[in-house]
């Protein structure tokens, strides 16, 4: 069972602009390894930015998505995995 979030995070990135830690809740969420990337062109057609999604474990085990808005630069956590 999934979670849709879509909400803005704050992002702490490597050299690459790959996620090392996220804030969620008023905590940190160290990442463990992501799992997964890719893109998604969305609604190109009504000017939505392209944007980078990483599916990944944080330390404590949970499973999440992230994904960044590249037109500019925006973290948002768009699904919690249960």
Do not use: H
């Amino acid at each position: 069972m999934t979670k849709f979030v879509d909400k803005r995070v704050e992002v702490r990135c490597d050299g690459k602009n790959a996620p090392l830690a996220f804030r969620w809740n008023g905590r940190w969420a160290p990442v463990n390894r992501i799992l997964e990337i890719w893109k998604d062109t969305g609604a190109w057609w009504d000017g939505e930015a392209e944007k980078t999604f990483y599916r990944l474990e944080t330390s404590a085990g949970g499973l999440y998505e992230l994904y960044l808005d590249n037109a500019d630069q925006t973290w948002f956590l768009y699904r919690i995995y249960d």
